[in-house]
Nanobody, 121 residues
Framework: QVQLVESGGGLAQPGGSLRLSCAASGFTFSNYAMSWVRQAPGKGLEWVSGIYSDGSDTFYADSVKGRFTMFRDNAKNTVVLQMNSLKPEDTALYYC??????????????WGQGTQVTVSS
């Protein structure tokens, strides 16, 4: 079955960096777009970034553009979110999400369990 396992969350200081990884299994990873979605305490889901199945295009929410970088390794069935210049407002539970097609950024059919990111001094 499809499994998405996030790792790499933790506590960072403002201005610091964290690197999230998502290990995928149970499907043909290179056929599907992937996204990162987050949920801050007491708030709804916020799409953060997405990448097409072949890695040809990557997209970011305005709130993270220029600070976060998403990439994928289809040989290792892994997607990564490099987060730099972290802000307290980046504090959230971060989910890896599998899209339902190669170029779908907002239509998901599977989610990971999430990894907590806390940005605080």
């Amino acid at each position: 079955q499809v499994q998405l396992v996030e790792s790499g969350g933790g506590l960072a200081q403002p201005g610091g960096s964290l690197r999230l990884s998502c290990a995928a299994s149970g499907f043909t990873f290179s056929n599907y777009a992937m996204s990162w979605v987050r949920q801050a305490p007491g708030k709804g889901l916020e799409w953060v970034s997405g990448i097409y199945s072949d890695g040809s295009d990557t997209f970011y929410a305005d709130s993270v553009k220029g600070r976060f970088t998403m990439f994928r390794d289809n040989a290792k069935n892994t997607v990564v979110l490099q987060m730099n210049s972290l802000k307290p407002e980046d504090t959230a539970l971060y989910y890896c999400a599998k899209a339902s097609r190669a170029d779908g950024l907002y239509e998901y059919d599977h989610w990971g369990q999430g990894t907590q990111v806390t940005v605080s001094s």
